[in-house]
């Protein structure tokens, strides 16, 4: 097809005779396989307008459009949450939950917690350690266990 049977299809098949130019026609005129072209768009446009019609669909037929998205509307988890009854079991269900752990944490805890009472053993050698009298090593290496012990931290 030709570049001004091209721009100006449209208004062809819409007769519009207004908008066709000079041009247009005398292509057509000139140009037996344009005019072939055309004579058959202008069949299936004809066609086409036939088969419109200005029928409204029956009484009731958007209802029934609407019942049946509803019925083919996959149910999500929200609204399987959100139903009455499967809400008072889970908050029924809940409840039972909490009533079982906090017996559990009542009964389960002792009045005084039991330390392991132990007396502290002092190890010594055969010979006896005179403390009144340290050495300065000795003394330096107390003071480094008591920094070490005060600075612990678990």
Same mark, same amino acid.
């Given at each position: 097809? /030709? ?17 066709? &130019?000079? =041009?247009?026609? *005398? /292509?057509? =005129?000139? #140009?037996?396989? #344009? ?6 768009? %202008?069949? /299936? %446009? =004809?066609?086409? +307008? ?5 029928? =409204? ?13 509803? *019925?083919?509307? +996959? ?6 949450? $959100?139903?009455? %009854? ?33 007396? &502290? ?18 003394? +330096? ?7 070490? $012990? ?5």
């Amino acid at each position: 097809m /030709h570049q001004p049977i091209r721009d100006n299809l449209e208004d062809f098949l819409r007769d519009s005779a207004q908008g066709i &130019p000079q =041009e247009f026609r *005398e /292509h057509v =005129e000139a #140009c037996g396989d #344009c005019a072939d072209e055309l004579r058959l768009y %202008a069949k /299936h %446009a =004809e066609l086409l +307008r036939s088969l419109q019609t200005d029928a =409204e669909p029956r009484a009731g037929f958007y209802a029934r459009v609407m019942d049946r998205i509803d *019925e083919q509307r +996959r149910n999500s988890i929200w609204t399987v949450l $959100l139903q009455p %009854a499967l809400g008072r079991r889970l908050v029924m269900a809940s409840a039972a939950l909490v009533l079982l752990l906090g017996t559990y944490l009542v009964t389960s805890e002792r009045g005084e917690p039991d330390y392991a009472v132990t007396t &502290p053993a002092i190890m010594t050698s055969a010979e006896q350690v005179n403390y009144t009298q340290d050495s300065p090593q000795q003394q +330096r290496e107390r003071d480094a266990v008591l920094v070490n $012990l005060a600075a612990f931290r678990q």
